[in-house]
């Protein structure tokens, strides 16, 4: 599905972010990385969603590298999801609805039923759609930010600790419905999911569904 090549960044006080490094992910494939804070875990998943150049290497999508696709076709591909990303000041609704305002998606319809769907996993009632985002919790913005990714249908999803402000039962629940949407749709389009996480519990039931574990030490990955 994805794979890199002598894939490295080195930022712009010299720093070596990331060393090189070689491997791939495969089709419906579900990874969580770990290790210390400032390993460059999320740098990685930058690199790999276009949003960050590399310094050397190549990443390649089903044999077409990222230099040869427009970032709004690689981005079709790959969701991520970063750990705080922004809400505008109006209904969950609507910041559910932003993407389909862009010219890329411009030709799909928002579907409200969808997300009820989803909420309802979440055991976040139907009226959680008209709430303000101003009016979130750090937690539900995070489940805001997902579902919002989650609608375009990513066939690699990149998760940055997409649970780190839920409680231990919502979080619980997330992972049940990242692992269910994972195989919803196994045979005619192939899904996998990267996700970086700092809880050992967390870690240990993804393992125990058939996660797979990468780690990340001062710049190195091992996967």
Known sequence: MLSFNNLSLILPNQKTAIYPTTGQILPNQFIVLTGSS??????????????LASTTGTITWQNQTLDNLTPSIWRSHIGFVQQHSELID????????????????????????????????????????????????????????????????????LLDEPTS????????????????????????????????????MQLQRLREQGASHWTMDNGVLLC
Request: proline share 7%; with cysteine.
């Open 38 to 51: 400032g390993s460059g875990k999320s740098l990685l998943l930058r690199l790999f969603s276009s949003l």
């Open 90 to 157: 109006d209904t969950v609704q609507n910041n559910l609805a932003l993407p389909y305002h862009f010219n890329f998606y411009k030709n799909q319809t928002f579907n409200p039923k969808f997300h009820l769907d989803y909420l309802t996993q979440l055991n976040k009632p139907a009226d959680f759609l008209q709430k303000n985002s101003q009016e979130l919790s750090g937690g539900e913005r995070q489940i805001v930010n997902l579902l919002r990714c989650l609608q375009l249908n990513p066939q690699l999803l």
């Open 165 to 200: 402000a839920l409680d231990p039962v919502s979080a619980v629940l997330v992972e049940n419905l990242l692992l269910k949407w994972q195989h919803s749709n196994p045979t005619t389009m192939p899904r996998s999911v990267l996700w970086i996480s700092h809880d050992p």
